[in-house]
Nanobody
Framework: QVQVVESGGGLVQAGGSLRLSCIAS???????IGWFRQAPGKEREGVSC????????YYTDSVKGRFTVSRDNAENTLYLQMDSLKPEDTAMYYC??????????????????WGQGTQVTVSS
């Protein structure tokens, strides 16, 4: 099973930026990876995903125009550049192998080993 490790979170003021990274244990070329987040008391939501070729990407409405997803297949790494951060972006961010559907990332049903995640906290 694919294992993932997220990093890059932190505490930032509103309007600031962070860049999250997700490193996968397997060769990246055949994988589609997505970003999810979960705020306290809320369900996990799909934030973004990108096709294996990098040609197609999905963003949930609340982050469109502010977040940019990218991937480096040579490094088995997925990135999430987050700009113009808002307090409502505060959450634990996770990555996982997915099907990147037009309506959002669908987690691979065989994937159960969610990583530790990386905490993003945006102060107002």
């Amino acid at each position: 099973q694919v294992q993932v490790v997220e990093s890059g979170g932190g505490l930032v003021q509103a309007g600031g930026s962070l860049r999250l990274s997700c490193i996968a244990s397997e060769t990246f070329d055949d994988l589609t990876i997505g970003w999810f987040r979960q705020a306290p008391g809320k369900e996990r939501e799909g934030v973004s995903c990108i096709s294996w070729s990098g040609d197609n990407a999905y963003y949930t409405d609340s982050v469109k125009g502010r977040f940019t997803v990218s991937r480096d297949n040579a490094e088995n790494t997925l990135y999430l550049q987050m700009d113009s951060l808002k307090p409502e972006d505060t959450a634990m961010y996770y990555c996982a192998p997915v099907t990147c559907a037009p309506w959002g990332p669908i987690v691979d049903p065989d994937f159960v080993d969610w990583g530790q995640g990386t905490q993003v906290t945006v102060s107002s």
